[in-house]
């Protein structure tokens, strides 16, 4: 394995063989949950576990220490956070009313990047609150990762009506986002959001699975509390490695490939002529290109479902079953809903076919899908103590087996997903469908 620099890789598209819009991966996915919403730290050890023990899942470097890339999503550690931002002498408003991001940036630009976004911001209607420098331990990662390694910054951002009107206010931050990417570039300001939500917070880079918890001081942290971890080991299959490449993205960790995905991206650009959406209406010209330019093909999957969901109004389980359906034509034993279904979503989007395991989660729902090639293994173990293990290998967790409520495959075109609710602020048992 190769990482290259942005120069280099641009110089290898224009005079070699390598084309980027052919580029796959072929990795480990897994999460850790508890059904019934209840935070802790043993979601990130059990995370943690679920990710090291998937090294044969990803590849590293000439140097042995350079990965191909690792990383988790996880509900946002509210009190972790609050408690540093505070000594930074900022007050965050309660959760759900702000949102915050991890950004790699560069060490030259950082000044202009962080003038940029924050007038993007107000454009928005947003306000930045803070700027979070993160712990993290250079020293641990590979010499070639280290060449290509950014400048880390946390922001957190929220509104005035965050409270009155959420919904608005998780608009305007999707939107922030699509036009921080869209917008830098043009500016040639090096900027890339792991993720911007209010639920959910990506750590990921240019590693190993040994190596994430032991970069960034955050995840080693007692305080870190979720109740949801979904981690990503990653293999570039004909890809070059970068810190932007690693997953889970924003939404979604992918194992496997999509091989429509030239006609699935052409595709999308042909709509945004048509499209209409009552969420975004005049400004949903400000959310093009949908599918950024120079992601993999688990990049362009995470962007199409982002747009589903928050410019659609779809959930994500109907985003990621428009994107994936079943076989369901001729399947006699499929309800007729769900067939209804189907057939609606497929007069608005062609499946993005795979072979592919995707797992997701915005913090609200966590689950799994397996294209209808079903060529990409996946295993769920639900435990008495209400925690949901899934992941591409068996024996990754140390269950015990009289703890087991249930375990199974997950079949070709089949699904697992939970719903997270609330009330009062309080999490309350989630439904296994």
């Known amino acids: 394995m190769v990482i290259l620099t942005k120069e ?44 090291e023990r998937m090294a044969h899942r990803g590849a590293c470097g000439c140097d042995n220490d350079s990965g191909d890339g690792a990383g988790v999503l996880t509900a946002i550690p509210d009190d972790l956070y609050r408690k540093s931002v505070e000594q930074d002498g900022s007050d965050l408003p309660p959760i759900g009313q702000y949102a915050t991001g991890i950004l790699f940036l560069e060490e030259g630009s950082y000044k202009q990047a962080k003038e940029a976004f924050q007038d993007l911001a107000r454009a928005c209607g947003l306000r930045v609150i803070a700027w979070r420098k993160l712990g993290t331990n250079r020293e641990c990662i590979g010499e070639e ?75 080693t942290n007692p305080e870190y509390q979720t109740h949801l971890a979904l981690v990503h080991s990653r293999f570039s299959t004909n890809t070059f490695p970068s810190w932007n490449r690693a997953q889970p993205n924003r939404i979604l960790a ?32 400000k959310l093009f290109p949908i599918v950024e330019e120079g992601l993999t093909d688990s990049g362009c999957l995470d962007n199409v479902m982002e747009f ?17 359906p079943e076989a369901w034509e001729k399947d006699d034993d499929m309800s007729s809903e769900k067939k209804h279904f189907y057939r609606w979503a497929a007069m608005s989007m062609e499946p993005w076919d795979g072979p592919a395991l995707l797992a997701f989660s915005d913090g609200r729902y966590i689950g799994a899908i397996l294209d209808r090639n079903g060529l990409r293994p996946a295993r769920y173990y639900l435990t008495e103590d209400d925690h949901l293990y899934l992941s591409s290998e068996v024996g990754v967790n140390d269950i015990p087996i009289e ?20 009330a009062n602020r309080q999490w309350f048992t989630g439904r296994l469908e």
């Open 403 to 422: 703890s087991v409520v249930k375990k199974t495959e997950v079949m070709k075109y089949g699904w697992i997903s939970l719903k997270f609710a609330r």
């Open 8 to 51: 280099q890789q641009q110089d290898a598209a224009n005079n070699g063989l390598w084309l980027p819009q052919l580029e796959r991966d072929a990795c480990g996915v897994g999460f850790v949950c508890s059904i019934k919403g209840v935070t802790s730290s043993k979601i990130m050890s059990d995370a943690r576990t679920m990710l």
């Open 254 to 285: 992918h194992n496997g490939e999509i091989n429509t995905l030239r006609g699935n991206i052409n595709l999308m650009r042909a709509r945004e002529g048509v499209m209409k959406s009552k969420h975004y209406r005049d400004d949903l010209q």
């Open 308 to 324: 589903l969901v928050h410019a659609g109004g779809r959930s994500l389980p109907e985003a990621a079953m428009t994107m994936v």
């Open 145 to 219: 990762a280290r060449k290509t390694e950014p400048l880390i910054r946390q922001v957190f951002v929220s509104a005035d009506y965050a409270e009155s009107d959420p919904a608005k206010f998780q608009r305007s931050v999707y939107l922030l986002r699509k036009q921080a990417v869209n917008n830098m570039a043009r500016q040639e300001l090096e900027c890339y959001l792991c993720s911007l939500s209010t639920s959910t917070i990506v750590y990921k880079g240019q590693f190993n699975t040994q190596q994430l918890f032991k970069y960034y001081d955050d995840l």
